[in-house]
């Protein structure tokens, strides 16, 4: 039986080079080890400048205004980066910190 398109087999994953520790598949390095979490943040980082960034609260996604690291809570105030924000309001265009923050603030607005 023939693979599927997606699976890659450990003999078709190319090495690369680690000084002298000897050879290492690159899947380690393009996965979700350590390795790949310190690059993907490095670039991340100078890639934007640090400081409080606006968004546009879309039904299912965001829309940037300006850039930056985070955005705050509206209802407690903590600093929520943005690889983390799940929780917003389209109607009140407001983040929030968790499920609990957006409950908090729905009750409140009524809705």
């Known amino acids: 039986m023939a693979r599927p398109p997606f699976a890659v087999a450990e003999s078709d994953v190319p ?5 002298t520790k000897g050879k290492l598949p690159a899947r380690y390095i393009f996965s979700f080890g350590a390795v790949s979490g310190m690059v993907a943040h490095m670039l991340d980082r100078s890639s934007r400048p640090a400081g409080e960034a606006r968004l546009r609260y879309l039904d299912a996604d965001i829309e940037m205004i300006a850039p930056g690291d985070y955005v705050t809570c509206a209802v407690t105030g903590r600093k ?11 109607d009140l265009q407001e983040a929030y910190w968790d499920a609990e923050a957006a409950s908090q603030r729905m009750v409140k607005a009524g809705h």
């Open 15 to 19: 090495y690369l080079f680690c000084g």
């Open 80 to 90: 929520i980066p943005l690889q983390a924000l799940r929780y917003w309001s389209v």
